[in-house]
């Protein structure tokens, strides 16, 4: 089984961005514990960064028939690209938002996300135990689809 984990805009810049609210972790190390996980899960996983909207488009369509759940943090584009939220209902595979932070603790243009209605779930505010837990979730709803 093959799970994509796809990190958005800005994740790129872990460990050195606003670390009082993302933390110290770069993003290589979320990566190797995600990697870690799927590893013990028997799942393969493919990882993607993307700061484009157009190329987090093209890895949600690319993945039709060939991945059985997404995990994906849409950073800020969580809170407006509809294209990436209509991406993923096209597709029709098992998703799950995930986010380091707590969103609806903070600014309140952050507290909408347009992707949640059309993910599987929504886990937030547990920094890198976040994606751990959408990656345990996914593949869970994937074993289920």
Known sequence: M??????????????TRETGVYGVQTLESVNQRCSA??????????????????????????ATNTVKGIV??????THYSYAIRDAIAAVRIPTVEVHLS?????????????????????????????????LRAVVELAKDA
Do not use: T
Request: proline share 4%.
């Open 72 to 77: 994906i943090n849409p950073g800020a584009y």
């Open 37 to 62: 996980l799927a590893n013990e899960l028997g799942v393969e996983l493919e990882i993607h960064q993307s700061n484009s909207e157009g190329g987090i488009i093209d890895l949600i369509q690319a």
């Open 102 to 134: 707590n969103i609806h603790a903070r600014e309140e243009f952050r507290h909408q996300s347009v992707i949640a209605p059309v993910a599987m779930g929504q886990i937030v505010g547990l920094g890198v135990n976040s994606y751990l837990l959408g």
């Open 2 to 15: 093959k799970i994509l984990l796809i990190h958005g805009p800005n994740l790129n810049l872990l460990g």
